[in-house]
C-alpha cells in the first residue's frame, strides 16, 4: 500500500512541474526561515553549553532607590441631625507617583547581603559592560570583556580548550592573570594553539593568558565575553561607596528549589538593607531588587515590564503569533494550490471511487502526496537554512551569537515541516474523497 502510494505520488509531482515548482519554493522558502528562527531560539535559550544550568538561574542585574508620592484628598459629607446641617470630613491617601533611581549595585552590597541565601546554591558576582579597546598591526580590535569572581565558572559552563581558569589566591590578590575565548586569541595573536603563558596589553597593563575557552556565541553579554578577569582587577575608584556600582549578580537555585521562592528571598534580602548610609542620595526611602530568571531577562529585551513574568508571557505570544504567521499563512495558500491541482483529478478519483476505493483510501493518497512533496520542500529550505545559518554566523549580523546545528534543530525541523505538509493537504483531501461517482465522471468537477 505504501509503496502504491510512493509511486503514485512521485508521478503526480512529474506531471505539473511548474506546479510542483512554485509549491518547492514556497515550502522551502517558508520552511527555511522557520528553521533559522529555531536554530536561533536553540542557541539561545537552550540548555547547551554554557548554559547547561540556565533553568535553574536568577539574575539581578539592578538595584532600585525609590519613593513614593502620596496626597491626602479631603472629602466633606453633609448630613441632617434633628433639623441640623452637620458636615463630616474624611482623609483619603492616594499615590501620587513616585521616583526612582536604578543602576546596577555595588559588589559590597552583594557580597554581604546576598551571598548566603537558603536557596541559592551559588552566586557570582560580575561586571558584564566593559570593553577594552586593542590594536593589533595597526587594526582595531574590541573585546567585549567580563570581570567575575571564581564562581562564574561554575555557573557559565565554558568549554575550557586549554590552561585553566582563575583560582581564589589569584583573586584575592588581584593577579593580572586573564582567560580568553578561541576567538579573542585566533583575532589577537593569530592562532588558536600555544597561547596559554603569552601576555595581553588591556588598558596598558600587561595580563597573563592561562586559559582559553571556546566561544559559542551569545547574545547576553555576560554568556559569551572576549576575555574574563578578576574583578579585582577593575577600576572601582568611580562606584558608590554602598549602593551603586557596576555590578550584577546571578544565582543558582539549589535542586528541588522554585526560582519564585529563591526570588522572594532576593526581593526579602533588599528590605534588609539599611537606608541610612551617608552616600544615600537624597530623598529615597526604599530599596528593591527585581529578580527574574534567565528566559525573563531575555524576554524583557524583547517587550519590557518591570514585572519580568510579564514580560517572558508577552514574549511568547509575540513568538507564538510570528510562527503561527509563518506556518498559516504558506498553509493557506498551499491549500488553494492543492484545491486548484485537485480539480484536474476528479474524474481520477470518480473512477477510483467506481472501483470500490473508500473516502480513507483517497484522503490518504492526497496527505501521502502533499506530506511527500513538502518533505521534499523542507529538505531544500534545510540546505536554505544551514546557508542562512553560515552566512549569519560569518557576518556576525546578529551581534555576538552563533547559531547551531544541533539535533533538537533537526528534530524541531523535521516536526514543523511534517505538520506543515499534514495540514495543507489534509483539508483538500477530505473535500475531494466526498465527490460524488457520477459528478467527477460526468463534469471533471468538484
Not at 536554505?384 to 547559531?403: E, P, Q, T, W, Y
Request: with cysteine.
Amino acid at each position: 500500500m505504501i509503496s502504491n502510494y510512493l509511486k503514485l505520488a512521485w508521478r503526480m509531482l512529474g506531471r505539473n512541474k511548474f506546479f510542483t515548482f512554485i509549491s518547492l519554493f514556497g515550502i522551502s522558502f517558508t520552511l527555511g526561515i522557520l528553521m533559522v528562527i529555531l536554530s536561533f531560539l536553540q542557541s539561545e535559550l537552550g540548555t547547551n553549553r554554557p548554559l547547561t544550568h540556565k533553568n535553574d538561574f536568577v539574575v539581578v542585574n539592578m538595584l532600585t532607590l525609590k519613593t513614593e508620592f502620596f496626597d491626602t484628598i479631603v472629602g466633606v459629607d453633609t448630613s441632617f441631625i434633628d433639623s441640623k446641617m452637620v458636615l463630616d470630613s474624611t482623609l483619603e491617601i492616594k499615590s501620587s507617583g513616585s521616583m526612582q533611581w536604578n543602576s546596577e549595585m555595588n559588589n559590597g552590597i552583594a557580597e554581604e547581603y546576598l551571598s548566603d541565601l537558603p536557596s541559592a546554591e551559588k552566586m557570582t558576582v560580575f561586571i558584564e559592560h566593559s570593553e577594552y579597546d586593542v590594536y593589533i598591526n595597526g587594526v582595531k580590535l574590541k573585546l567585549h570583556s567580563l570581570h567575575g569572581d571564581v564562581n562564574y565558572w561554575d555557573l557559565i559552563d565554558h568549554q575550557i580548550l586549554d590552561g585553566r581558569v582563575f583560582d581564589k589566591a589569584e583573586f584575592d590578590q588581584a593577579a593580572k592573570v586573564v582567560v580568553i575565548s578561541d576567538k579573542t586569541a585566533l583575532n589577537y595573536f593569530g592562532k588558536t594553539t600555544g597561547v596559554v603563558g603569552n601576555e595581553m596589553l588591556l588598558d596598558g597593563l600587561n595580563y597573563k593568558v592561562i586559559g582559553m575557552y571556546k566561544h559559542f556565541g551569545k547574545i547576553v553579554p555576560y554568556v559569551s565575553p572576549d576575555v574574563v578577569l578578576p574583578y579585582t582587577c577593575a577600576q572601582l575608584d568611580n562606584q558608590d561607596s554602598f549602593y551603586h556600582g557596576f555590578f550584577c549578580t546571578l544565582f543558582k537555585k539549589k535542586s528541588g528549589v522554585s526560582s519564585e521562592k529563591l526570588k522572594e528571598e532576593i526581593k526579602y534580602a533588599a528590605s534588609t538593607i539599611p537606608m541610612d548610609h551617608p552616600s544615600k542620595p537624597e530623598g529615597y526611602e526604599q530599596l528593591e531588587f527585581n529578580p527574574a530568571t534567565y528566559d525573563e531577562v531575555f524576554a524583557q529585551a524583547i517587550y519590557y515590564e518591570r514585572e519580568a513574568s510579564k514580560s517572558l508571557w508577552i514574549a511568547k505570544w509575540i513568538l507564538i503569533s510570528l510562527m503561527s504567521f509563518f506556518i498559516v499563512l504558506p498553509t493557506l495558500n498551499l491549500i488553494n494550490l492543492n484545491v486548484s491541482r485537485i480539480l484536474d483529478r476528479s474524474s481520477e478519483i470518480g473512477v477510483r471511487k467506481a472501483f470500490g476505493a473508500h473516502k480513507g483510501n483517497i484522503v490518504a493518497q492526497f496527505v501521502f502526496e502533499n506530506v511527500l512533496q513538502t518533505l521534499l520542500g523542507g529538505l531544500i529550505g534545510l540546505g536554505l537554512a544551514v546557508f542562512l545559518i553560515k552566512l549569519i554566523n560569518k557576518s556576525g549580523f546578529i551581534r555576538n551569537a552563533i547559531l547551531e546545528l544541533s539535533p533538537n534543530f533537526f528534530l524541531y525541523s523535521f516536526l514543523v515541516t511534517l505538520l506543515f505538509g499534514i495540514l495543507s493537504g489534509l483539508l483538500p483531501a477530505i473535500k475531494m474523497s466526498k465527490l460524488q461517482i457520477v459528478n467527477a465522471l460526468k463534469e471533471n468537477k468538484l
